[in-house]
């Protein structure tokens, strides 16, 4: 799986938009982007994937540029159940199990 | 989607020990994965168990140290073997039955 970069730590306003970055240069053609959260003392969430066009559900939208090797992860209005470890994962075929995590990004959504 | 339980939620164990961490799932699935989140770290995988065969182990996790069981589709367990406390970690389980993993809640275990 392609390895990613995110920035260690970001901070939001309650109610703005958090954008989450991450670069995936070495993504291949059949490999997803996929984020996960994990909230303090919790298992991680699924929160998103995407391929190569943007994503929306009910919890973020995704961006991929169209080189694919970086995304950003937009949560609309953040609120401070949102503060979490953001985790940004390119894996694909039949690997959607056997997930490599990086460090992530810490994001503090302050009141 | 899918609902994991994992017993125990934590644990503080002697070293020299072992501690069997089960899994249960609401759903059959074919694999299901072990990660480790020692602290302050991300997490990272042990293991991917199928039912019907032996454990695949990732580099770095042997079956000695981390055996595990796979009786049927909906449920798995881990055995943390002759614990010491460079095993306090965060356990968790994980299945992907479509294209999303699930994540039980983590068994959390203190060696001492």
């Known amino acids: 799986d392609a390895k990613t970069t995110q920035p260690t730590s970001m901070d939001c306003a309650e109610g703005r938009a958090a954008n989450l970055p991450c670069n995936h240069s070495?993504?291949?053609?059949?490999?997803?982007v996929y984020w996960y959260r994990q909230i303090h003392s919790q298992g991680p969430q699924y929160i998103i994937h995407?391929?190569?066009n943007n994503e929306t559900n009910e919890m973020a939208s995704l961006i991929i540029t169209e080189d694919r090797k970086s995304s950003t992860l937009i949560l609309p209005h953040a609120t401070l159940r949102d503060t979490a470890v953001y985790y940004c994962?390119?894996?694909?075929?039949?690997?959607?199990?056997?997930?490599?995590f990086g460090q992530g990004t810490i994001l503090t959504v302050h009141p | 989607s899918a609902v994991i339980s994992q017993k125990p939620s934590r644990d503080i164990c002697q070293r020299g020990t072992s501690l069997t961490i089960q899994c249960q799932v609401d759903?059959?699935?074919?694999?299901m994965f072990w990660y480790r989140q020692q602290p302050g770290q991300s997490l990272t995988l042990i293991a991917t168990a199928n039912q019907g065969s032996e454990a695949t182990y990732e580099s770095g996790f042997v079956i000695d140290k981390f055996p595990i069981s796979r009786p049927n589709l909906t449920f798995s367990t881990l055995t943390v073997s002759n614990m010491s406390p460079e095993d306090s970690s965060i356990y968790l389980c994980s299945v992907v039955p479509g294209t999303e993993a699930f994540f039980g809640q983590g068994t959390r275990l203190t060696v001492v």
């Open positions: 994962i390119v894996t694909g075929g039949t690997s959607y199990g056997k997930l490599t």
């Open positions: 070495t993504i291949s053609g059949n490999e997803y």
């Open positions: 995407g391929l190569k």
């Open positions: 759903s059959q699935v074919t694999m």
